[in-house]
């Protein structure tokens, strides 16, 4: 039974096309991100929602919107794709007990811009 | 200067040695500390947290010097299985986990 699922695995398109990725928590956790990982492995975090509120956005293109429907889902849209979003995007949950959040990821999604 | 920052790696090692990691982290309010280990186009997964008093889990050791700011992460008796991108990772605040670039071990016969 899957903690952290995140779909399509893969996904290839073309430039200037808008795409979503979805992910689903059944962890009951708070907290849930999306992170970015470059073609130099580089995870870098590009938000974070708790409680459906959004709580980090770290300077990522507008055309990136997460949206969170409640808070076991966490879905990706990005508008207009460019080259240089092709990456590996990771979803992830954790919950913070007593200042310590162990954080648990999908299995990522293989964006491919061409 | 880089939030987290590891060594560039890679370490490249006979089985049975020992390795040791280090990262050093920019946030002196930092919370919480973590060692994450990703296999080769897996997701990253937890390997152990990282206390001030130090911590050990088998063949894995890893420390916190908070003044510092500054974790490592000792590898003793390494085998094949050892052979991953290991992640140096900082909880900078409520929930903020800030990765590292990973230190890549590959472990050889």
């Known amino acids: 039974d899957t903690a952290v699922s995140q779909t399509p695995k893969y996904l290839v398109t073309q430039m200037g096309n808008d795409k979503s990725i979805k992910c689903e928590q059944n962890?009951?956790?708070?907290?849930m991100y999306w992170y970015k990982q470059d073609s130099k492995k580089f995870l870098k975090i590009m938000f974070s929602?708790?409680?459906?509120?959004?709580?980090i956005n770290e300077t990522v293109p507008n055309r990136f919107s997460p949206k969170s429907p409640d808070k076991a889902h966490l879905n990706l849209h990005i508008n207009s794709l460019e080259l240089g979003d092709s990456a590996v995007y990771f979803c992830?949950?954790?919950?913070?007990?007593?200042?310590?959040?162990?954080?648990?990821f999908g299995q990522g999604t293989r964006l491919t811009v061409v | 200067r880089k939030e987290v920052e590891q060594d560039p790696g890679p370490f490249n090692v006979p089985e049975g040695a020992t390795v040791a990691f280090n990262c050093t982290y920019s946030?002196?309010?930092?919370?919480?500390f973590f060692w994450y280990r990703q296999d080769c186009r897996k997701e990253p997964k937890l390997l152990m947290s990282?206390?001030?008093s130090g911590n050990e889990d088998g063949r894995f050791t890893a420390q916190l010097n908070r003044a510092s700011q500054y974790i490592s992460l000792l590898i003793r008796d390494s085998k094949l299985s050892d052979s991953a991108t290991y992640l140096c990772?900082?909880?900078?605040?409520?929930?903020?986990?800030?990765f590292g670039a990973g230190t890549r071990l590959a472990v050889h016969p």
């Open positions: 990282v206390y001030s």
């Open positions: 946030n002196s309010a930092s919370q919480s």
């Open positions: 992830a949950s954790s919950q913070d007990i007593a200042g310590v959040a162990e954080a648990f």
């Open positions: 990772v900082v909880n900078e605040s409520y929930n903020k986990l800030i």
């Open positions: 962890l009951g956790h708070d907290t």
């Open positions: 929602y708790n409680n459906k509120e959004l709580i």
